[in-house]
């Protein structure tokens, strides 16, 4: 079973600022196969990229990913009120999907 | 628009059995796989079970494998997953969820989750 680790555990920013999540792999996961996905408080998640790279319908511009082999990131270029969230990695190459355990990104 | 509605969560007892239940709306249901995630109050996001567009591959999580059974009615557009032997660490929120890839020959990524049902398993 690939093992995806994300950090860090929480990022402390300010609306406007730009956040950096990490997943790192415990194998090697093609890009192709690697998500980022958003959840609130209360609701299920949201899948926000896929491929990597690739922008899910409706997701703005302003997030975006990227990443080989072990370690890829999601970029959130400038934070909005309604990016603070808890934000997860999944991997879907590997027979079994996996899931990191999530980065907080709250209000400083 | 994609709908994904659970129901039939709840308190039930260590040992005892529960099915959970997902109605689909808004796409063409009977072409894609559909997965069930769960989330322990609080914690990460845990794949427990898929199965295929056309129900005839299933895969589980190690946790679940012999306790639980997915199952999809293609003409009811509705998803379930029966549970037995429910253990305390079972309790969480189940969510269904839509894989992105149409007949897809395996599991790919969840382009659309329900709000999720909650199970207890206490006594």
């Known amino acids: 079973e690939i093992v995806l680790t994300q950090s860090p555990g929480t990022l402390s920013l300010s609306p406007g600022e730009r956040a950096t999540l990490s997943c790192r792999a415990s194998?090697?996961?093609?890009?192709?196969?690697l998500a980022w996905y958003q959840q609130k408080p209360g609701q299920g998640p949201r899948l926000l990229l896929y491929?990597?790279?690739s922008r899910a319908t409706g997701i703005p511009d302003r997030f975006s990913g990227s990443g080989s082999g072990t370690d890829f990131t999601l970029t959130i270029s400038r934070l909005e009120p309604e990016d603070f969230a808890v934000y997860y990695c999944q991997q879907y190459g590997n027979s079994r999907l996996t899931f990191g355990g999530g980065t907080k990104v709250e209000i400083k | 628009e994609v709908y994904l509605v659970e129901s039939g969560g709840g308190l039930v007892q260590p040992g005892r059995s529960l099915t959970l239940s997902c109605a689909a709306s808004?796409?063409?249901?009977?072409?894609?796989?559909i997965h069930w995630v769960r989330q322990a109050p609080g914690m990460g996001l845990e794949w427990v079970s898929s199965i295929s567009w056309n129900g005839g591959i299933m895969d589980y999580a190690d946790s679940v494998k012999g306790r639980f059974t997915i199952s999809r009615d293609n003409a009811k557009n509705s998803l379930y997953l029966q549970m037995n032997s429910l253990r305390p660490e079972d309790t969480a929120f189940y969510y269904c969820?839509?894989?992105?890839?149409?007949?897809?020959?395996?599991?790919?990524?969840?382009?659309?989750w329900g709000q999720g049902t909650l199970v207890t398993v206490s006594s």
């Open positions: 194998q090697s996961v093609s890009s192709t196969y």
């Open positions: 808004g796409f063409t249901f009977d072409h894609y796989a």
């Open positions: 491929g990597a790279s």
């Open positions: 969820a839509k894989d992105i890839v149409e007949y897809g020959s395996g599991s790919f990524c969840l382009d659309y």
